[in-house]
C-alpha cells in the first residue's frame, strides 16, 4: 500500500497487515536514483514495487523480499525475481503495465544487487542476470521471444515421419535412417545442440552400475574434440559450461551402440559418431538439410501448428527439438521435489548454461503453458524402445 509521507521521502510502500514501512524499497526512494525522480514517477513506480513486494509476501511468506536482501541471500532473491518475470509474462497477452511493471522491479533490485555486488560474487551475478533478461516489449510491438516447445502434433507427427519403419521416412538406405533417427532423438530427448551432436565421438555414450540402486546408468559426454576435423563449417562449443556429462534414458543408449554397431559407417580414420554416407563427418549444413526434408513430409496440419506456434516459421529446425527437451525437462525436474530453484540450476547443467543464465526461466514459462507435457511420457513409452522395434 502506498502511503504520502509529507517527508522525505515523499511516498512509502506500507506492508497493509502491520503498516510498517518496507526497508528496502524505502531506502530506493531515498537513494540517487529515488530523488531524481518526480514525485508523479515515484508514486508510479512505488507501485509497482508493491506489487512485487506483495507478491513475495504470498508467493514465499510475509517479508521475504527485505529480509532476504537484509541477510544478503543472493540466490533466494534472484529466485523472487525470476518467479515475478514468470509470473507477469505467462499471459501472452500481457499488458503496457506489466511491461513498465517488470522494468521497475527489474531496476529496483539491480539498483540492490550492485551495491552488494562489490563483497559478494553471488550478487555480480544476480546484477548480470538482471541485466541479461532485458526488458519486455508491448505486444503491439512484437512478443518478448520466448522460446518454445514443437506443438504436440508437430513432434508426434516428425517422430512417426523419422521413424525407420515408416512409410513415410523420406530418406533411402538403412544407414542413413537410423543415422538421422538418432540425430533426432539425441537433439530431443538429449536436449543438445546442433554443434553438440556433430562434436560427439562413437565412444561418447558410457555405462556404468550405479552402486546405490545397483541399475545400470548411462551418459554422454559432451565435449570438444582435439583432433583434426576438415569440415567446412567445424562444430564447437558455444561456452565453456557446455563441456557436460548429461544422463540418458536406457533405449537412446541402446540407439546409440545399435547405430555405432551396425550402421556407422567407418571407411575414414576420424571417431566422430555421425558420418556421411561416404564415411565422412557429417557436416552442419547435411543436419540443416535433413530437418528441411522431414518438415517437407510433415501433414498440412501438423505444418501450421508449428509455423501457428513459432511465429511464421516454415522449416522445422534442430533447436526447436532442445527447446522442446529443455520445455519437458523443466516440467520433470519440478515434479522430482517441487524446488523451483533446484529445477532451474539442474536446468543449467543438463543443457549447458551458466549459473547465472536466465535462459531456464523462459522454458519454466512455455512448460506451464504448453501441452506437450500430457503426452511427454507416451512419447518415451512409444518412441524411444528402439530394441523392440528392432525386434533385438
Known sequence: MLVRTE???PFVIVDGRRSMPRFWATAWSLSVQGQALSENTLK???RHIDAFYIYCDERFGSDSFDDAISIHDAARTQLFVEAFYADLTADPDYTTSAVQRWDCVRGFVQVLARRLAT?????????SLLFGMGKMRHSRYGHFQFVRALPTLTVTDLLSIADPHSLRNPFKGEATKWRNWLIVNLLLLGGLRRGEILLLQADSAKSDVDPNTRELVSWLNVTTHFGTDDRTTRPSLKTAHAHRQIPISAGLADLFEYYVAVHRQTTAPHGFLLTSKTGTPLSAESVTKLFQK??????DEARAHFSERTGGK??????DLRHTCATARYSMFMALDSNRELALQRMRAFFGWSYSSSMPEHYARAAIEDDLIRTWNLLFDTKVNLLRETGK
Open 7 to 9: 517527508a522525505l521521502p
Open 44 to 46: 508510479l513506480r512505488l
Open 119 to 127: 563483497s559478494s560474487d553471488a550478487w555480480s551475478s544476480l546484477s
Open 294 to 299: 522431414l518438415t517437407r513430409a510433415l501433414t
Open 314 to 319: 516454415e522449416t522445422v529446425s534442430p533447436h
